[in-house]
């Protein structure tokens, strides 16, 4: 699949679905890819083919039916991409930390310390949670960026990015916010220290906390992504940091 037909489809498949019984919903999508507009204006192109297919013909017309089905009058709008160069730029970001704990080991973890009700660091693809905070703008999200919400009174999820640990235990303090906190089991990290001091049997000295619940390297299904399973030791400690 082509980039061009990628973001097409991506960017469509966002689009609400609507009740058969309504009326239709006119949509108006966007796109960079004067491809794209073509197929969907005239049902085809001049573009590059593949054997008798157009690159992302099939991928246009897959959308178009997928939105006859969900009563949406799908129409597509060509902009230059130097007229939005920041959603292309955005779109071309990869985001290695799109992952996130198993269905079954999340349920594991919420008949013990649940029920959860803020997934803090999520996207509607894989949000554990009813209510998530996503780093993106995305369908379902009650806030962009976690760190400029508040976690307060609402028994939260935190399974961040492994760069962003010390900045969540530090915002956890502040905002004397309790949850699960998910991650890797690895003692030669420097946010180690931050979450089991030196000096102190129990994780973040002088706050509640129950038993860390240890992951297996190679149990199964630990993990997964839209890549499959990632497989690395974890742990998840309950903490608390009400008064």
């Not at 085809?44 to 054997?51: C, I, T, W």
């Not at 839209?226 to 497989?231: Q, S």
């Given at each position: 699949?082509?980039?061009?037909?990628?973001?097409?489809?991506?960017?469509?498949?966002?689009?609400?679905?609507?009740?058969?019984?309504?009326?239709?919903?006119?949509?108006?999508?966007?796109?960079?890819?004067?491809?794209?507009?073509?197929?969907?204006?005239?049902?085809?192109?001049?573009?590059?083919?593949?054997?008798?297919?157009?690159?992302?013909?099939?991928?246009?017309?897959?959308?178009?039916?997928?939105?006859?089905?969900?009563?949406?009058?799908?129409?597509?709008?060509?902009?230059?991409?130097?007229?939005?160069?920041?959603?292309?730029?955005?779109?071309?970001?990869?985001d290695r930390y799109n992952y996130s704990l198993s269905w079954a080991q999340f349920h594991r973890?919420?008949?013990?310390?649940?029920?959860?009700?803020?997934?803090c660091f999520s996207l509607a693809s894989n949000a554990r949670c009813r209510h998530f905070h996503?780093?993106?703008?995305?369908?379902?999200?009650?806030?962009?960026?976690?760190?400029?919400?508040?976690?307060?009174?609402?028994?939260?999820?935190?399974?961040?990015?492994?760069?962003?640990?010390?900045?969540?235990?530090?915002?956890?303090?502040?905002?004397?916010?309790?949850?699960?906190?998910?991650?890797?089991?690895?003692?030669?990290?420097?946010?180690?220290?931050?979450?089991?001091?030196?000096?102190?049997?129990?994780?973040?000295?002088?706050?509640?906390?129950?038993?860390?619940?240890?992951?297996?390297?190679?149990?199964?299904?630990?993990?997964?992504?839209?890549?499959?399973?990632?497989?690395?030791?974890?742990?998840?400690?309950?903490?608390?940091?009400?008064?």
């Open positions: 699949m082509s980039s061009g037909g990628a973001r097409y489809v991506l960017a469509a498949l966002a689009t609400p679905p609507c009740p058969a019984s309504s009326q239709p919903v006119a949509v108006d999508l966007i796109v960079d890819s004067l491809c794209a507009a073509l197929i969907h204006q005239k049902g085809g192109s001049l573009a590059a083919r593949l054997g008798d297919r157009l690159l992302i013909q099939e991928e246009v017309l897959a959308i178009e039916d997928e939105c006859v089905h969900a009563n949406i009058l799908l129409r597509l709008v060509w902009r230059p991409r130097e007229l939005n160069q920041q959603a292309d730029d955005e779109s071309k970001i990869v973890l919420n008949q013990m310390w649940g029920p959860f009700e803020l997934d996503s780093r993106w703008a995305c369908p379902g999200a009650e806030a962009v960026d976690t760190f400029r919400s508040s976690w307060s009174n609402r028994r939260c999820w935190w399974h961040p990015p492994t760069p962003l640990i010390p900045l969540t235990l530090h915002k956890a303090r502040v905002d004397r916010a309790y949850g699960v906190l998910i991650v890797p089991f690895r003692t030669d990290a420097p946010w180690w220290p931050l979450l089991y001091p030196a000096d102190a049997q129990s994780p973040v000295r002088g706050k509640h906390w129950f038993s860390p619940f240890l992951f297996d390297a190679h149990e199964p299904n630990t993990y997964v992504d839209n890549e499959g399973c990632l497989r690395w030791r974890s742990t998840a400690v309950f903490l608390d940091f009400r008064d």
